[in-house]
Nanobody, 127 residues
């Protein structure tokens, strides 16, 4: 049973920061890329950021560039999403996901490339 465990969501004021964590205990499954997606109420789940476990290559959606940073810790099998300068439009449920395939960078944002998903963690940014 593959399990991705997310934590770190919460309520924060605009301009504040949060750090999300996604742990893959044991990581016995094959994972090449870890991504973060988010889903606001009534909207589709969309790509936020991703990182390659092996190379450290990252990609971000434009609205979060310069504000969010994705970091992987191979020793802990954990990926972090540091979110700074948060805005009300960042409010969503955030999901981490794992892709088994060797993705090219331009595929990092494709939701269908990811095999396993976490349960989601709520991030709410008040104005």
């Amino acid at each position: 049973q593959v399990q991705l465990v997310e934590s770190g969501g919460g309520l924060v004021q605009a301009g504040g920061s949060l750090r999300l964590s996604c742990a893959a205990p044991g990581r016995t499954f094959s994972s090449n890329v870890m991504g973060w997606f988010r889903q606001a109420p009534g909207k589709d789940r969309t790509f936020v950021a991703a990182v390659n476990w092996n190379t450290g290559t990252t990609d971000y959606v434009d609205p979060v560039k310069g504000r969010f940073t994705i970091v992987r810790d191979n020793a802990k099998n954990t990926v972090y999403l540091q979110m700074n300068s948060l805005k009300p439009e960042d409010t969503a449920v955030y999901y981490c996901a794992s892709a088994s395939s060797r993705l090219l960078r331009w595929d990092y944002g494709s939701r269908t490339k990811y095999d396993y998903w976490g349960q989601g963690t709520q991030v709410t940014v008040s104005s």
